[in-house]
């Protein structure tokens, strides 16, 4: 078998000569899971690991966390077939391998400040079990200098080994929004970067046989940095101009997506939400790039508080619903639909509407496969059992729900005069008025009463 630092496209173009490979992905969330998939599927041999265990076990269980009910399916039937396999030692598994993969992200303290010692953590064991002529690839996104000046540094300095001569180092900046649970790496427009042509080589040639398709190659990897941070900024910008123009609607009596209807524009992400996770991350990495570089970003910070507060107004709206209903908000039972995941606007809306004294329940259909700990509480096994007795219905995010709503009946099962709550703008406003709710949501300005 050749050394893939300096692999050849030939030597892998059949699952026959990518079996004799073996790939480790460290780090067990939705980037590293969907990775690990991806590779098994074209034949590789996968070990999956982490610095947390119970995300290992998680995943021998079947039932991993952060991702969709599919994946999961889908990563029990790799497992089974031998092609997916886990490791509770990282070492163990980086001295078995040909590629690694580090699908750890970085993380953020209080002050909204990077934390990579987690990323640091996991980079000196690799280093200490890495072997000559391995390739390692980082997949996710990092700050400005991270990747060589965090990843790359703390490799070399504890392998041993220099990058490009005795090890390859590349870097794949990719970023999937909180709410993307369906997505795989082979529909991905991959990118990959590296300081030197052996790495970009042969980790192009490698992420080609997953995608089936070229890949975008960089010679300069704080260009790849800075494309990525860029590209999540200007979501979360325009994701804030939408909900700035979707509360302007209401307060107007319009209806957003009416005017969405008039100017031809039937793209999801043009639609107003509370989702502000989906950037989040990004953004923050890129304002703390300019912090680092004494710079301001004016626009892009004001777009993160725009989008912040939008939880505080799906509050709002749930507050004038009930009103409308002659009910308040601190007597109210709610009952909400959707999945809740740690540390999303989701999870603050709960917060919120406890806060102000509303009582919950939760069906999220999901709850299996995310981290539901500290709402366990709130569960109920079905949408009936959820709505029943309640004041108002709020739908946060779940496209799979949507499809199996019986108006007509959950009507019968709530304390009326009851109110709903539409905060993905996916069911008209005149379907839920015609079984007899009192109907909000962002930017259906057109439809309060």
């Given at each position: 078998?050749?050394?893939?630092?300096?692999?050849?496209?030939?030597?892998?173009?059949?699952?026959?000569?990518?079996?004799?490979?073996?790939?480790?992905?460290?780090?067990?969330?939705?980037?590293?899971?969907?990775?690990?998939?991806?590779?098994?599927?074209?034949?590789?041999?996968?070990?999956?690991?982490?610095?947390?265990?119970?995300?290992?076990?998680?995943?021998?269980?079947?039932?991993?966390?952060?991702?969709s009910r599919e994946v999961a399916i889908k990563l029990k039937r790799l497992t089974k077939t031998g092609r997916l396999t886990s490791a509770n030692d990282l070492k163990s598994a980086v001295?078995q391998s040909d590629i690694i993969l580090i699908a750890i992200q970085a993380k953020f303290d209080e002050k909204i400040r990077t934390d990579y010692s987690e990323i640091e953590k996991a980079?000196?064991?690799?280093?200490?079990?890495?072997?000559?002529?391995?390739?390692?690839?980082?997949?996710?996104?990092?700050?400005?200098?991270?990747?060589?000046?965090?990843?790359?540094?703390?490799?070399?300095?504890?392998?041993?080994?220099?990058?490009?001569?005795?090890?390859?180092?590349?870097?794949?900046?990719?970023?999937?929004?909180?709410?993307?649970?369906?997505?795989?790496?082979?529909?991905?427009?991959?990118?990959?970067?590296?300081?030197?042509?052996?790495?970009?080589?042969?980790?192009?040639?490698?992420?080609?046989?997953?995608?089936?398709?070229?890949?975008?190659?960089?010679?300069?990897?704080?260009?790849?940095?800075?494309?990525?941070?860029?590209?999540?900024?200007?979501?979360?910008?325009?994701?804030?101009?939408?909900?700035?123009?979707?509360?302007?609607?209401?307060?107007?009596?319009?209806?957003?997506?009416?005017?969405?209807?008039?100017?031809?524009?039937?793209?999801?992400d043009a639609a107003p939400t509370i989702s502000e996770e989906n950037y989040r991350d990004g953004v923050n990495l890129l304002l703390e790039s300019a912090e680092n570089l004494t710079t301001?970003?004016?626009?892009?910070?004001?777009?993160?508080?725009?989008?912040?507060?939008?939880?505080?107004?799906?509050?709002?709206?749930?507050?004038?619903?009930?009103?409308?209903?002659?009910?308040?908000?601190?007597?109210?039972?709610?009952?909400?639909?959707?999945?809740?995941?740690?540390?999303?606007?989701?999870?603050?809306?709960?917060?919120?509407?406890?806060?102000?004294?509303?009582?919950?329940?939760?069906?999220?259909?999901?709850?299996?496969?995310?981290?539901?700990?500290?709402?366990?509480?709130?569960?109920?096994?079905?949408?009936?059992?959820?709505?029943?007795?309640?004041?108002?219905?709020?739908?946060?995010?779940?496209?799979?729900?949507?499809?199996?709503?019986?108006?007509?009946?959950?009507?019968?099962?709530?304390?009326?005069?009851?109110?709903?709550?539409?905060?993905?703008?996916?069911?008209?406003?005149?379907?839920?008025?015609?079984?007899?709710?009192?109907?909000?949501?962002?930017?259906?300005?057109?439809?309060?009463?």
């Amino acid at each position: 078998m050749p050394a893939v630092l300096r692999v050849r496209p030939e030597e892998l173009d059949t699952v026959e000569k990518r079996q004799a490979y073996t790939v480790s992905v460290v780090g067990c969330r939705q980037i590293g899971i969907l990775y690990a998939i991806a590779f098994a599927e074209v034949g590789y041999k996968v070990i999956y690991t982490d610095l947390d265990q119970s995300l290992v076990r998680s995943i021998e269980k079947g039932r991993p966390l952060y991702v969709s009910r599919e994946v999961a399916i889908k990563l029990k039937r790799l497992t089974k077939t031998g092609r997916l396999t886990s490791a509770n030692d990282l070492k163990s598994a980086v001295s078995q391998s040909d590629i690694i993969l580090i699908a750890i992200q970085a993380k953020f303290d209080e002050k909204i400040r990077t934390d990579y010692s987690e990323i640091e953590k996991a980079c000196k064991q690799i280093g200490n079990a890495l072997r000559r002529n391995t390739l390692v690839i980082y997949v996710g996104i990092t700050g400005l200098g991270a990747a060589e000046g965090v990843i790359k540094e703390k490799l070399e300095s504890t392998s041993g080994f220099k990058v490009g001569d005795s090890f390859g180092f590349a870097y794949n900046p990719i970023y999937l929004p909180y709410s993307q649970k369906l997505a795989t790496i082979r529909e991905q427009k991959l990118k990959i970067a590296a300081s030197d042509e052996t790495s970009l080589a042969s980790a192009s040639v490698v992420l080609e046989t997953i995608t089936g398709k070229a890949i975008q190659r960089i010679t300069d990897i704080k260009t790849a940095e800075a494309a990525a941070l860029f590209a999540i900024t200007k979501k979360d910008v325009d994701m804030a101009l939408t909900n700035e123009l979707a509360i302007f609607c209401e307060k107007a009596g319009i209806d957003y997506n009416e005017i969405l209807r008039v100017l031809g524009i039937q793209d999801i992400d043009a639609a107003p939400t509370i989702s502000e996770e989906n950037y989040r991350d990004g953004v923050n990495l890129l304002l703390e790039s300019a912090e680092n570089l004494t710079t301001k970003l004016r626009i892009p910070s004001l777009a993160r508080q725009i989008n912040e507060q939008m939880t505080a107004h799906a509050v709002n709206l749930v507050q004038d619903a009930l009103r409308s209903c002659g009910k308040t908000l601190r007597r109210a039972r709610i009952a909400l639909l959707g999945n809740v995941q740690f540390q999303t606007a989701a999870e603050m809306l709960v917060q919120l509407l406890e806060k102000k004294g509303a009582k919950l329940n939760l069906y999220d259909p999901a709850a299996m496969m995310s981290e539901t700990t500290g709402l366990a509480r709130l569960l109920k096994k079905s949408v009936n059992e959820a709505v029943e007795g309640t004041d108002c219905i709020i739908l946060i995010n779940p496209l799979d729900i949507v499809k199996r709503l019986n108006l007509k009946k959950l009507h019968t099962i709530v304390k009326t005069p009851a109110a709903f709550i539409d905060l993905t703008g996916i069911i008209e406003p005149q379907k839920v008025e015609k079984e007899g709710f009192v109907y909000r949501g962002i930017g259906r300005g057109a439809r309060k009463t």
